[in-house]
């Protein structure tokens, strides 16, 4: 029979590989909405990300029980502090979601389709690996496996910084207002910063399960 604290800690854990299964799915429904050009699914992806902020107050609360009736040490300490970080990073994933959304639904009559197809597209796919992988990550525990994920969630962020300058480049030159420029760049923003969340969540699982310190990526 597993001890109180090994339930409680497995409590946390799946919780937070819910949140992320919750980002996954509302990331899926937008790359199916960006392929075809379809907004309307986008308040689907929407329902997703409902109510993230008491549902994450409600995990850091459970956290900070669990420190205070075990007072863990050594690697399950680094666990619960990276846990703690974590649920900052998967709030501010869901914000970025959030606000992708609106942008989208008031872009969509002011971008082209190209850019779309060939770069938005594109930089939304990495994300979305980078995503799958991230939540993954959570249940490996093997070293070199361990290892092999970051670096794959390594290469699938440095796509889409590469994708965001090369849509920057498009945007930038196309004929129209400043004002719809930026509103265009600030929208596919939201989604180069959700893969650079990835790898901070990554850093702090690698971190909790290997021990050593934080990575400078």
């Known amino acids: 029979m597993l001890s109180n604290y090994v339930k409680e800690r497995e409590t946390i854990k799946n919780e937070l590989k819910a949140i992320f299964a919750n980002l996954v799915h509302a990331h899926e429904i937008l790359n199916i909405s960006i392929k075809e050009c379809d907004t309307t699914k986008f308040q689907e992806a929407k329902t997703y990300t409902m109510n993230m902020s008491n549902k994450i107050n409600e995990i850091e609360n459970y956290i900070i029980k669990v420190l205070a009736l075990y007072s863990p040490e050594a ?125 901070e969540v990554a850093n702090l699982l690698l971190y909790y399960k290997v021990g050593g310190q934080l990575q400078n990526i």
């Open 75 to 199: 690697r399950e300490l680094r666990r619960f502090v990276a846990y703690l970080k974590i649920t900052g990073e998967l709030l501010r994933m869901n914000s970025n979601t959030k606000s992708f959304i609106v942008g989208c639904i008031d872009i969509k009559d002011i971008i082209n389709d190209n850019i779309i197809n060939d770069y938005l597209l594109p930089l939304h796919i990495s994300t979305l690996n980078a995503l799958n992988m991230t939540k993954e990550m959570i249940d490996i525990d093997e070293e070199d496996e361990l290892q092999d994920m970051f670096n794959k969630i390594v290469v699938e962020e440095h796509k889409t910084d590469d994708l965001y300058d090369l849509i920057e480049e498009q945007v930038l030159a196309l004929n129209i207002e400043y004002k719809s420029i930026n509103q265009i760049l600030k929208t596919f923003r939201k989604i180069e910063k959700i893969a650079d969340r990835t790898i």
